[in-house]
């Protein structure tokens, strides 16, 4: 469980990830529901932090007209967002649960995607902005592989 928080909080990466695909679960309803429970909650910890972090920075690159900050903070999105979805490389999960998990998230991150397309081309139409359509053009980029 303590990898778990150490990546819900950033602290761990894809090290951690190998030693959770060797692992096990305990048989028994009480023991599954609860951990599954807890890569769930881990998972969105996960996405809300990327994402916070993300409109944090985001902004701050903005402000200063700082696209090329803002190129490298989509790939660092990009490559955090896919740390969420360290639940598929756990192959004693039940597959049905990392199927509608693997569904939820990638929902969640279509709509951010949609939410920041649409705040950037609200921006790039604005008079002295037109820098933001490259922006916009890496975001649709990202966006694709999530299928938006």
């Given at each position: 469980?303590?990898?778990?928080?150490?990546?819900?909080?950033?602290?761990?990466?894809?090290?951690?990830?190998?030693?959770?695909?060797?692992?096990?679960?305990?048989?028994?309803?009480?023991?599954?529901?609860?951990?599954?429970?807890?890569?769930?909650?881990?998972?969105?910890?996960?996405?809300?932090?990327?994402?916070?972090?993300?409109?944090?920075?985001?902004?701050?690159?903005?402000?200063?007209?700082?696209?090329?900050?803002?190129?490298?903070?989509?790939?660092?999105?990009?490559?955090?967002?896919?740390?969420?979805?360290?639940?598929?490389?756990?192959?004693?999960?039940?597959?049905?649960?990392?199927?509608?998990?693997?569904?939820?998230?990638?929902?969640?991150?279509?709509?951010?995607?949609?939410?920041?397309?649409?705040?950037?081309?609200?921006?790039a139409e604005l008079p002295g902005h037109a820098?933001?359509?490259?922006?916009?053009?890496?975001?649709?980029?990202?966006?694709?592989?999530?299928?938006?």
């Amino acid at each position: 469980m303590a990898i778990m928080d150490a990546l819900a909080e950033g602290r761990s990466g894809p090290e951690s990830l190998s030693l959770m695909e060797e692992g096990t679960l305990p048989e028994g309803a009480y023991v599954t529901g609860r951990f599954q429970q807890r890569v769930t909650d881990t998972v969105n910890r996960m996405l809300r932090r990327s994402i916070r972090r993300f409109e944090q920075r985001f902004s701050e690159a903005l402000s200063e007209r700082g696209t090329d900050t803002v190129q490298l903070l989509l790939a660092r999105l990009h490559k955090e967002l896919a740390l969420c979805f360290f639940f598929r490389r756990m192959p004693f999960l039940d597959e049905c649960f990392r199927n509608e998990l693997e569904t939820a998230l990638l929902g969640e991150i279509r709509k951010f995607w949609r939410h920041e397309i649409r705040e950037i081309r609200r921006l790039a139409e604005l008079p002295g902005h037109a820098e933001l359509e490259e922006v916009m053009y890496s975001m649709k980029r990202f966006a694709k592989e999530y299928g938006e």
